[in-house]
């Protein structure tokens, strides 16, 4: 019982990755009719946005310390920030060790940007264009995007721990009236979830509830329609890429702390994020969140030792072979509309 | 009656220089200019370097092509000589190889096996590369030690951990100075018994691929000597990067130890995983849940941050040896890049020299000859105190560090704290050790090439 309450834990903070860059992915393609497979390197930038600004932070005067040396012998230079200068050493220690929680005011502009660059510069010109070529040029664009994070920041991973407040784990296994100590479970994972939580309902509160989302579905049901009545339906959609990449942007930065970011994130849960956006149904909003936290616990709970045991290997086919499954039995994935891709 | 003494190099002496005899009425004739593979005829002799330029693994590549370049510099008489003056041989004059200047070509093996064969392969046929040397995956390092073998040229190999590229894989051409997985388990474990008791309860979660297998057993097998139990044992794949889930069975399993065989990203990952999941603050069993990671490097430790504090692993060395070997490349290499060399800037360094010098003790570039010197080769001055490179399975044979991750550390350089020096007498092995591929396990014949 215990193990199956850590494996759904578990579940929850990846599957809260999967479905926001799921979402995004199908924003996109609902709107743009784009696959976009640039989306997993924009959930990388912006895991380095939380990297950039904790750097920024950290920028530095160096003041060469005479009582102690490097390990070439020299005087030791010791770096003070220069927020240490202006705000105080106490205060300046505060506002470094809460760089990813402040990463999220500067990730919003930055991806914003970055999509909207995207999309005009490179994606415009694809609209047109088969399938096949739309995802050959974001492919492409994921590459240069990775290796461009690569050239800056070196291939390791770059720790980005979270602030001091939330290291630690949450001992549910006490809290729910288990033994304690045995259902633990971190808290930044805790905050993770609730922020995914948060980002979904807002994106579909906005879709839902204000003229501009309304103008956005009204699009993506006819989008002829929509521009025979005179709204210049293209701006807005360029819009909902920039916010696609803004989504992807914050799923990143706060997943910063949970893994270290290095350049080649963004692929690794690319592919597992296409399923998803399969799974769910292609142009589903819910479908996609769904499918997200739905293959992400079925994930989590593969790799448990007493399943591994009986079907060893699974945990690495798990997510295909549940995909193969619904797409056989639900064509159109978990909750996809008719006449998607289908034309 | 005069009484033989057959002797293993005796014979291949005798060979040799019957090979060289009957080889004579053809060496000068145009249709067989060289004796072997790319055999340098000009001023200059080429060498290739194969390292991760892209891939999980090119910050490791890159500085390991640092050093390279550095032992390059060296050999030709440039810089400050780093540890050519330290090497107990005196046969390097900063002149070359031979006299021949040294040139290099790289190659980007991008921590795949084919990619790798092909760089090298390349280097080989296109560049006229005598040597080849590099890697930072033992993956990668077997199977270009294999196509090395084949073409007839020398390779030294970089960072390769695996039992198997000495063990079960060695190749009469091929030549490593790095420690590997049985040296690792041997080192640890007697200071893990030190520290945690012998009454220990272990989980291995241990990266799927052969350098993965190899520690496990060698990790396993020199604790349960010491009393140790292995609980359980799971296979995470390469690809993993959230480990979440593997590690939470660990908190049920009734371990008291968890050991990650994961390098790279692996290790970062997982060990930053396990120090999420609060496992270091636990108590199971009436004892502090430990950590331990066999394989460090310093370029890891860097990524996982502060996680790595207090958690022991074994190194083949550190730029914080006061030894003068280590000294004296500590100063060229901080010098020129303004930091400090990885364990892996420092085996490639030593490879190239130990190379160089090799070619210069056999006054000659033929791969044979070449093996032929460095085996059974003995050497100090290089970073690793006196160490053995053993004929039987071309495995240098010297001191390992067991390290743990710094406390306070210093300077972002500052992450190991050398524990212990293993005497060497403590990881050497028998060439047919079971670990190693038993009795199976042979060189085959060295390889000239055409």
């Excluded at chain 1, 959930?43 to 490097?70: P, Q, W, Y």
């Excluded at chain 1, 072979?321 to 509309?337: D, N």
């Excluded at chain 2, 050999?75 to 021949?100: A, C, P, V």
């Excluded at chain 2, 020199?222 to 959230?242: C, F, H, I, R, Y």
Aim: aromatic letters at 10%.
């Amino acid at each position: 019982m215990e193990a199956i309450i850590l494996q759904i834990l578990n579940g929850l903070d990846k599957g809260s990755a999967y479905a926001l860059i799921a979402l995004g992915l199908t924003l996109i393609f609902g709107t743009l009719g784009v696959v976009n497979f640039a989306h997993g390197a924009l959930f990388m930038i912006g895991a380095f946005c939380a990297v950039t600004l904790s750097r920024i932070l950290t920028a530095s005067r160096t003041v060469i310390d005479e009582t102690k040396t490097d390990f070439l012998g020299n005087p030791l230079k010791v770096d003070v920030p220069h927020v240490y200068d202006w705000f105080g050493e106490a205060a300046g220690a505060t506002i470094i060790d809460w760089a990813v929680p402040l990463s999220i005011l500067f990730a919003i502009p930055v991806m914003m940007l970055i999509g909207l660059i995207m999309e005009r510069g490179l994606i415009k010109h694809f609209y047109s264009r088969p399938h096949a070529d739309q995802i050959l040029v974001t492919f492409g664009l994921a590459i240069v995007l990775q290796e461009i994070i690569k050239y800056f920041y070196g291939a390791n991973p770059i720790p980005t721990p979270a602030p001091d407040a939330f290291r630690g784990s949450f001992d549910f296994g006490a809290a729910l009236g288990f033994d304690p100590n045995v259902i633990i479970y971190p808290y930044w994972r805790l905050v993770y979830f609730a922020f995914a939580a948060v980002i979904i309902g807002a994106v579909f509160a906005f879709l839902q509830f204000t003229t501009f989302g309304m103008v956005v579905r009204a699009g993506m049901a006819d989008r002829e329609t929509v521009g025979l009545l005179g709204i210049d339906i293209d701006k807005r959609f360029t819009l909902m890429f920039g916010l696609a990449a803004a989504v992807a942007g914050l799923a990143g930065v706060m997943y910063a702390p949970i893994n270290s970011p290095n350049y080649h994130m963004g692929m690794d849960f690319l592919v597992l994020s296409f399923v998803v956006v399969v799974v769910g149904g292609m142009g589903s909003l819910p479908g996609a969140v769904a499918a997200g936290f739905l293959l992400g616990i079925l994930e989590s709970f593969a790799s448990m030792g007493a399943v591994l045991e009986v079907l060893p290997g699974i945990n690495q086919i798990i997510i295909y072979l549940v995909a193969i499954i619904i797409l056989l039995t639900r064509p159109r994935g978990l909750m996809g509309r008719k006449g998607v891709m289908e034309e | 009656m005069s009484k033989t003494n057959l002797t293993r190099r005796g014979v291949l002496k005798t060979s040799a220089i019957a090979g060289a005899g009957l080889a004579v009425p053809t060496i000068f004739t145009a249709s067989s200019a060289s004796a072997f593979t790319n055999e340098p005829m000009g001023s200059t002799v080429t060498l290739g370097f194969n390292v991760p330029q892209s891939g999980p693994y090119a910050d490791e590549g890159a500085d390991e092509l640092r050093a390279y370049e550095l032992a390059v510099e060296h050999l030709n008489g440039g810089g400050d000589g780093g540890m050519m003056n330290t090497f107990s041989s005196k046969e390097l004059q900063g002149n070359g190889i031979l006299g021949k200047k040294v040139e290099y070509v790289t190659g980007d093996t991008q921590t795949k096996s084919d990619a790798a064969r092909a760089s090298a392969k390349s280097m080989i046929e296109k560049d006229g590369a005598i040597m080849i040397t590099g890697g930072s995956s033992s993956g990668v390092a077997v199977a270009v030690q294999a196509l090395c073998q084949e073409a007839g040229v020398i390779f030294m190999a970089g960072l390769t951990h695996s039992n198997d590229t000495t063990g079960k894989d060695r190749k009469a051409n091929g030549f490593r100075h790095f420690f590997n997985s049985y040296m690792s388990g041997a080192a640890l474990a007697p200071v893990l018994a030190a520290e945690y008791g012998t009454d220990r309860k272990a989980y291995h979660l241990t990266a799927d691929y052969n350098w993965g297998y190899t520690t496990e057993e060698a990790v396993r097998a020199s604790t349960e000597a010491l009393g140790w139990e292995t609980v359980n044992a799971v296979k995470t794949p390469l690809t993993a990067t959230d480990f979440s889930a593997y590690i939470t069975p660990v908190l049920q399993s009734g371990a008291d130890t968890l050991v990650l065989n994961h390098y790279g990203g692996n290790m970062v990952n997982s060990l930053t995983n396990a120090v999420q999941f609060g496992l270091r603050d636990k108590q199971v069993n009436g004892k502090d849940f430990q950590i331990v990671v066999p394989l460090y490097s310093r370029l890891m430790a860097r990524g996982a941050g502060a996680n790595v504090k207090g958690i022991f692993g074994s190194t083949n060395w550190h730029w914080s040896l006061q030894d003068e070997g280590s000294k004296a490349f500590v100063k060229s290499f901080g010098e020129k890049y303004g930091f400090p060399p990885s364990q892996a800037a420092h085996t490639t360094y030593v490879q190239t020299l130990l190379y160089a010098d090799a070619v210069q003790r056999a006054g000659s570039f033929a791969p044979c000859a070449v093996a032929e010197a460095l085996e059974d080769y003995e050497f100090d001055g290089l970073g690793n105190g006196p160490t053995l490179y053993r004929a039987d399975d071309h495995q240098c044979f010297k001191d390992v560090l067991v390290v743990k991750g710094k406390e306070n550390p210093q300077s972002e350089f500052d992450l190991l704290e050398i524990v212990e020096v293993t005497p060497v007498e403590q990881v050497t092995y028998p060439p047919d050790h079971p670990q190693m591929g038993g009795a199976d396990a042979t060189l085959g014949t060295c390889n000239n090439g055409a």
